[in-house]
T-cell receptor
Framework: SQTIHQWPATLVQPVGSPLSLECTVEGTSNPNLYWYRQAAGRGLQLLFYSVGIGQISSEVPQNLSASRPQDRQFILSSKKLLLSDSGFYLC??????????????FGQGTRLTVV | AQTVTQSQPEMSVQEAETVTLSCTYDTSENNYYLFWYKQPPSRQMILVIRQEAYKQQNATENRFSVNFQKAAKSFSLKISDSQLGDTAMYFCAFMMRGTSYGKLTFGQGTILTVHP
């Protein structure tokens, strides 16, 4: 069966510090990977998605970047955090060896507080 | 671009009763999926139910069922025999079908509280 791991669960970082959130998927190959952000407990906004190693698409301009160094690894980064980067970040995957994208599966999320 | 609208920020229901959450969407596409996700206080996103737009029959999963009105672009979720564990935020979401990616567009969510 497929599983998705995301860490850390909680992070408090000062303004101007770097950020690295990691997500890995097990039990499938060549998944599509996504980073979503949920601000103030409301809707989720897609930040980045990737259909393969090294292939990153950005949905919204922002202070963050994403990378996919390995097939099942997706990293969300920032060189200098802003207060507005605070939020709940969710990694997700779809497709892979399951075939066509028919639903997305989510990690447990990272609550990021920038102070 | 697709948009998803949930017009009910909060709803409440008594345990064992039925509640319906509303969702409307806008798209020019004909082939897509619609979802309801549940986010309990743990914040884990859990898939509740999925509807394929090309299927006329409404999807059901135990106590959860949908009323899918494609022409009206409406997709409501009915929860029967509500349980305390149904307390959560519920998100309606849209995904285009048949693309190489599975991006989801979410509504703003509805906070559902089930009272004993």
């Amino acid at each position: 069966s497929q599983t998705i791991h995301q860490w850390p669960a909680t992070l408090v970082q000062p303004v101007g510090s770097p950020l690295s959130l990691e997500c890995t998927v097990e039990g499938t190959s060549n998944p599509n990977l996504y980073w979503y952000r949920q601000a103030a407990g409301r809707g989720l906004q897609l930040l980045f998605y990737s259909v393969g190693i090294g292939q990153i698409s950005s949905e919204v301009p922002q202070n963050l970047s994403a990378s996919r160094p390995q097939d099942r690894q997706f990293i969300l980064s920032s060189k200098k955090l802003l207060l507005s980067d605070s939020g709940f970040y969710l990694c997700a995957w779809s497709g892979g060896t399951r075939g066509l994208n028919t639903e997305a599966f989510f990690g447990q999320g990272t609550r990021l507080t920038v102070v | 671009a697709q948009t998803v609208t949930q017009s009910q920020p909060e709803m409440s229901v008594q345990e064992a009763e039925t509640v319906t959450l509303s969702c409307t969407y806008d798209t020019s596409e004909n082939n897509y999926y619609l979802f309801w996700y549940k986010q309990p206080p743990s914040r884990q996103m859990i898939l509740v139910i999925r509807q394929e737009a090309y299927k006329q029959q409404n999807a059901t999963e135990n106590r959860f069922s949908v009323n899918f009105q494609k022409a009206a672009k409406s997709f409501s979720l009915k929860i029967s025999d509500s349980q305390l564990g149904d307390t959560a935020m519920y998100f309606c979401a849209f995904m285009m079908r048949g693309t190489s990616y599975g991006k989801l567009t979410f509504g703003q969510g509805t906070i559902l509280t089930v009272h004993p």
